[in-house]
C-alpha cells in the first residue's frame, strides 16, 4: 500500500512563506511525478506545482515566482516553499504521486490527504 502523508501546513500572514513536505511509504521502488494541488470550496482542483524524478518542473501561472517545489528522490519526498503568500492562496493543498512503482505494481495515481493552508491576518 502507498501512502502520501503531507505535513507544514498552518495560519501564515500575508506576505509570509510557508513549507509544505509530503513523503511517500510504502516500498516503494519508484516515482515518476509528484506535485502539489489545491482545492477551494466550490472549484475544481487546481495544479500548483510538479516535478518529474528528473527535475523538471512545472508551475501554475498564479505562483510563478513565489512558489518553489523540489524532491528528495531517496527519501521519497516532495517539497513546496511558498513565499509571498497572498490570501488567495488560502486553499486545501494535496499532494500528488503518478507512476509509482511499488512491489509488483504500478499505481497510476495517489493523492494525500490534504493541508489546510490559510493566508490571513
Known amino acids: 500500500q502507498v501512502q502520501l502523508v503531507e505535513s507544514g501546513g498552518g495560519l501564515v500572514q500575508p506576505g509570509g512563506s510557508l513549507t509544505l513536505s509530503c513523503a511517500a511509504s510504502?516500498?516503494?521502488?519508484?516515482?515518476?511525478?509528484m506535485g502539489w494541488y489545491r482545492q477551494v470550496p466550490g472549484k475544481e482542483r487546481e495544479l500548483v506545482a510538479a516535478?518529474?524524478?528528473?527535475?523538471?518542473?512545472n508551475y501554475a501561472d498564479s505562483v510563478k515566482g513565489r512558489f518553489t517545489i523540489s524532491r528528495d528522490n531517496t527519501k521519497k519526498t516532495v517539497y513546496v516553499k511558498m513565499n509571498s503568500l497572498k490570501p488567495e492562496d488560502t486553499a486545501v493543498y494535496y499532494c500528488?504521486?503518478?507512476?509509482?512503482?511499488?512491489?509488483?505494481?504500478?499505481?497510476?495515481?495517489?493523492w494525500g490527504q490534504g493541508t489546510l493552508v490559510t493566508v490571513s491576518s
Open positions: 516535478i518529474t524524478s528528473g527535475g523538471s518542473t
Open positions: 500528488n504521486a503518478r507512476d509509482v512503482v511499488a512491489g509488483r505494481r504500478t499505481y497510476l495515481e495517489v
Open positions: 510504502g516500498s516503494i521502488f519508484s516515482i515518476n511525478a
